[in-house]
């Protein structure tokens, strides 16, 4: 094969061609053998959404609260990230922050050659800056007790790199799956209002991933002059965001984003209970 070879049909389908495009399936008439810069970019814009477009929908996303949304709803959408991969690139840059970005760093490598997925008792007194924790868990599963003392005999700095490092892999999931329950807050929030749940799921990922990338800026700016405006930006952002999106007056919609706030971050305390919870007691 030539490096740039054009064929008179589609070589994936067999339908005839006449331009760069097969019109039956989509696939590219223009072929040549694909670079390692080609396989590079498709990896990385296929898990991080480094495109031309991105720059378009992150300025909407950040300059006008809900346009993307309505944008996506109202059938403009070729010229957008989608929305599920725009939420994933945010969340994922956000998470990595987190935990690698400044003054988040800890060394989590297990003193005394302790495995971090194989906790056990040991018979050495407590060192005398480990931090204790107590627990009434004997009662609803002697495995659990067990694990808490296995980390209450670990040294203070060991016991907190254990639990971030078993807590950072499986958060971004956690976090992931409370976007459906957002979505169903939105739902019943804005009953009678003849809106799908797909459309509630679509505000929730594109709200969400500005929130995360809001959050990442202000984690590595760690400047208040920078800070403090777009936190601001970031309380102000969502009552906009669900007025452009789904209309009403202002003091109902602020009422709305009340509640939903204040559902929201119940579910995420929960959420960030029941991770810790499982990835340091019951996994």
Known sequence: MTAHAISAA??????????????????ETRLHVASA????????GHYVALEGKLWQTLWLLVRRPGKLTADYIAGRRARYVAPLRVYLSLSLL?????????????????AHSVPANS???????????????????????????????????????????????KFFSYVPYAMFLIMPVFAL??????????????????????????AYLVLGLIMVT????????????????????????????RWLTLLRWAVLMMLYVLTVVAVIVGVLFTTTIIL
């Open 222 to 249: 760690q400047t208040a002059w920078v800070g403090a405006p777009l936190f601001l930006w970031l309380l102000a952002y969502l009552p906009i965001a669900m007025r452009r999106v789904y209309g009403g007056s």
């Open 185 to 210: 807050y939105l739902k019943a929030l804005y009953l009678g209002s003849a809106r799908r749940y797909g459309e509630h799921m679509l505000f929730a990922l594109h709200s969400n991933a500005f």
């Open 37 to 44: 810069t080609e396989f590079f970019h498709e990896f990385i």
């Open 94 to 110: 956000f998470f990595a922050l987190l935990k690698f970005g400044p003054g988040m760093h800890l060394d989590v490598r297990p």
């Open 119 to 165: 906790l056990a008792i040991t018979d050495r007194p407590p060192d005398k800056n480990t931090v204790r924790l107590s627990s009434k868990l004997a009662q609803l599963n002697p495995v659990w007790e067990t694990r808490m003392q296995a980390l209450n005999d670990l040294p203070t700095d060991q016991m907190i790199g254990l639990v971030k490092a």
């Open 10 to 27: 589609c070589l994936n389908c067999g339908a005839p061609v006449s331009a760069n495009y097969c019109s039956n399936c989509g696939q």
